[in-house]
């Protein structure tokens, strides 16, 4: 599931994932990554349309409701999948190795070098994410409430050495989306 909505306040209001890194919009890169998820389910407006071949798209309600308003949206649209990669839309190295290295059951979610939990790279068991949804107001929880009301293994970036970008480094600022580019 992509989370490919919210206002880019900071950028302007544009419509983040459609920026370029390496001349790829990164929608296209996140699209890449979560490839082999059936189904792949972009929540964001209907501006992304034309980018989803073969994706199912929805939106969250209200439109601008946040991360955990997208997620309960997205869920609607994901069949009998037991396992559900949650993903944000802007991350220009997320990669399906980065997925994989969350893939050992039950829920994950990364930790970056300060510890701190990054939980637009998340893998999710569907009953648990199922679960915490229910126990949660979508509207009015943020991503680090819905973590915890679930068990979630914390995996640390194997490329911690610098020698790959995190996957969960996001674009939501212009001076982020240059550093991006210096990174490829």
Request: net charge negative; hydrophobic share 45%.
């Amino acid at each position: 599931m992509v989370l490919a909505g919210g206002s880019a306040k900071r950028m302007g209001g544009v419509l983040k994932p459609l920026l370029t890194v390496g001349g790829v919009p990164m929608l296209h890169r996140v699209l890449g990554a979560v490839a082999d998820a059936d189904p792949i389910v972009v929540v964001g407006p209907s501006d992304l349309d034309s980018q989803l071949s073969g994706a199912l798209r929805t939106r969250e309600e209200p439109p601008g409701g946040g991360p955990v308003a997208a997620i309960a949206a997205g869920m609607k649209l994901c069949g009998e999948a037991e396992r559900i990669a949650v993903v944000a839309g802007d991350l220009p190295f997320l990669t399906a190795e980065a997925l994989a290295e969350l893939r050992g059951g039950g829920c994950a979610v990364y930790l970056d070098d300060d510890g701190r939990r990054q939980p637009m790279v998340a893998m999710w068991e569907a009953g648990a994410l199922r679960s915490a949804l229910a126990q949660v107001h979508p509207r009015d929880c943020s991503m680090k409430d819905l973590l915890a009301a679930v068990d979630v293994a914390e995996v640390r970036w194997p490329g911690a050495d610098l020698s790959k970008k995190p996957p969960w480094y996001d674009c939501d600022t212009p001076e982020a989306l240059r550093e991006a580019e210096k990174w490829l």
